[in-house]
């Protein structure tokens, strides 16, 4: 009997968190599903619409510059999101006092609403009294027009994004370095290896795994990208930070009846993801068997 409850236990735990995925994630997935078929303003009954959704949206103009706006925003944000939390980590790791104290202001802007953040790094962004302009102007070099321009709105929507989510992935990075046995740094360094070969052939062999996984999921995230370009720019300068997931929102929102078309331009973007996360699972799997 104490078997047999310690079980029900777990069963109902179980059954609570497959309730709670079903009702958040999977329903929504399959709703969209659907809504991608149809024509529908949510009010009216829907009729079903075949492709057609699916061909306005390829036939918008903003749908080219949406998915370039996108990629370029994601390889900005691994370039620094990825190696900024990465070299954090190295550092914070090598620290022998206030560890504790500097995990926490590192970790600190992940605590902080995105909104507070975003509104934050609008002051920042500020052409007139901005900090950053401020910041230009002790070294006697012009102040930028940070969300004004086109060829420096979506680097300042990386910076924001970088500063808002880099404290996890540092904690995720500096618990892997935790873990590798110091017997490797000491033999290297008995081999003569410096800080940088110590890097090269013991750190990052011995974080592969959790580096492979972290680009997927930075990747699935920035790709995502929503909250900076919708509080910060609106979508422009001329368009130039339109992303999937901004024009996802102005198809369901500002077009007007073009829900079906927001759920085809998320499965779209939905695909994408599946098609890369599987790519990536199947690197991640044949590393593991090398390794193992």
């Known amino acids: 009997m104490r078997v047999l409850k310690r079980n029900l236990t777990a069963y109902g735990f179980l059954c609570a968190a497959l309730a709670c995925f079903a009702v958040f994630a999977w329903y929504p997935m399959v709703r969209e599903f659907v809504l ?20 306005a949206v390829v036939r918008d103009p903003a ?14 944000a691994l370039i620094c999101g990825y190696v900024v939390p990465f070299a954090t980590a190295l550092v914070l790791n090598e620290l022998r006092h206030a560890q504790g104290y500097l995990r926490f202001v590192v970790y600190l802007p992940v605590m902080l609403p995105p909104i507070v953040a975003v509104l934050l790094f609008r002051w920042f962004f500020d052409p007139g009294p901005g900090l950053f302009n401020q910041i230009l102007g ?3 070099l012009p102040g930028l027009a940070w969300l004004d321009s086109s060829s420096t709105a979506l680097i300042s929507l990386v910076i924001v994004s970088t500063w808002m989510n880099m404290g996890s992935a540092t904690l995720i990075y ?41 680009l997927m999921l930075q990747i699935v995230a920035t790709m995502q990208v929503f909250i900076e370009p919708y509080m910060l720019t609106g979508g422009g300068p001329e368009n130039a930070t339109v992303t999937v997931a901004y024009l996802m929102y102005q198809f369901a929102f500002t077009y007007g009846d073009g829900y079906g078309q927001a759920g085809a331009l998320g499965m779209m ?10 790519f990536q699972l199947r690197l991640t799997r044949d590393d593991r068997e090398v390794t193992a």
């Open 36 to 55: 991608s078929f149809q024509r529908t303003n949510l009010v009216d009954p829907p009729e079903w619409a075949g492709l057609d959704n699916f061909a």
């Open 269 to 278: 973007l939905m695909l994408a993801l599946l098609v890369f996360a599987a």
């Open 174 to 214: 500096l618990a892997a370095l935790q873990n590798i046995p110091s017997e490797l740094y000491e033999a290297a360094e008995l081999d003569g290896a410096g800080i940088l070969a110590r890097i090269r052939h013991v750190t990052i062999p011995q974080t592969r795994l959790i580096l492979l996984l972290m």
């Open 63 to 76: 749908f080219g510059t949406a998915w370039l706006n996108t990629v370029a925003f994601t390889v900005l």
């Open 138 to 140: 002790l070294f006697h």
